[in-house]
């Protein structure tokens, strides 16, 4: 019988919002052929199964498909491989190697924004116009809509909706954060859905790190 972790990533002040996510440690109890099944039962925006934890080797898959990349599957799993096992100083995806860093108990990973999936983003007048969304600001089944809280501070407030991948609002987005980040070329703080909260900043080579807090809620048989 697996043992998953459910725990929430890029949580905000007080531990509010993050996005939940579902960890197998030991993923390799979880056959290959059974995984996408796993993740459509399970319900998750995202679902991890760890296959070597001391290497950080791990696959991701959504509702409906694996994805060769991801932001809040990774920050999350490097996060709890610390917490539960050893930390590790990079994992290693089908789209690359990660590069790792803790820093106040937080988890942050560098990736090249082409590696996750394809969002696009609108620029909305206001955080209230975003927060007014009931469905994305257009015809589109991959998009993000942000606008400015300070733009001095680098604040934005953030909604994601990737239609796409059986998903239809994601609470926080991590690799949706680095393409932004990228776009607008410097360090920025995402304030996206109920209470989330990721950070992002360009590296050299073309890499973006995202990162924040992540909080473990129940542990448990499936």
Same mark, same amino acid.
């Given at each position: ?10 949580? /905000?002040?007080?531990?509010? /919002?993050?996005? @939940? ?6 993923? !390799? ?9 796993? $993740?459509? *039962? ?13 290497? &950080?080797?791990?696959? #991701? ?6 994805? @060769? ?12 491989? $610390?917490?539960?096992?050893? @930390? ?38 206001? @955080?209230? +116009? ?14 993000? +809509?942000? +606008?400015?809280?300070?733009?001095? %501070?680098?604040?934005?407030?953030? !909604?994601?909706?990737?239609? !796409?991948?059986?998903? $239809?609002?994601?609470? +926080?987005? &991590?690799?949706? %954060? %680095? #393409? ?12 996206? &859905?109920?209470?989330?909260? #990721? ?9 973006v790190e995202v990162g924040g %807090?992540?909080?473990? *809620?129940?542990?448990? *048989?499936?």
């Amino acid at each position: 019988m697996a043992r998953l972790h459910l725990l929430r990533v890029f949580c /905000g002040e007080q531990g509010a /919002g993050g996005n @939940p996510l579902g960890v197998f440690l030991d993923g !390799r109890q979880v056959p290959a052929s059974s995984r996408q099944g796993v $993740a459509a *039962d399970l319900g998750l925006s995202e679902t991890v199964f760890v296959d070597d934890s001391a290497r &950080g080797e791990l696959r #991701i898959f959504t509702p409906t498909v694996e994805l @060769p990349f991801a932001g809040h599957p990774t920050v999350g799993t490097a996060w709890l491989l $610390a917490a539960e096992r050893i @930390p590790v100083a990079s994992l290693h995806v089908p789209a690359g190697e990660l590069g790792v860093r803790y820093e106040d108990g937080a988890a942050f990973v560098s990736a090249r924004p082409e590696w996750g999936p394809e969002f696009e983003w609108e620029q909305l007048d206001s @955080p209230a +116009a975003v927060e007014a969304l009931t469905a994305p600001p257009r015809d589109h089944d991959h998009l993000g +809509a942000w +606008a400015w809280v300070d733009e001095g %501070a680098g604040s934005v407030r953030a !909604r994601v909706f990737p239609l !796409r991948y059986g998903i $239809a609002e994601d609470e +926080a987005t &991590g690799s949706a %954060a %680095a #393409i932004l980040c990228a776009r607008l070329g410097r360090a920025i703080e995402v304030h996206q &859905g109920r209470g989330s909260r #990721i950070e992002a900043r360009p590296l050299d080579g073309g890499f973006v790190e995202v990162g924040g %807090a992540s909080a473990l *809620d129940h542990v448990r *048989d499936y």
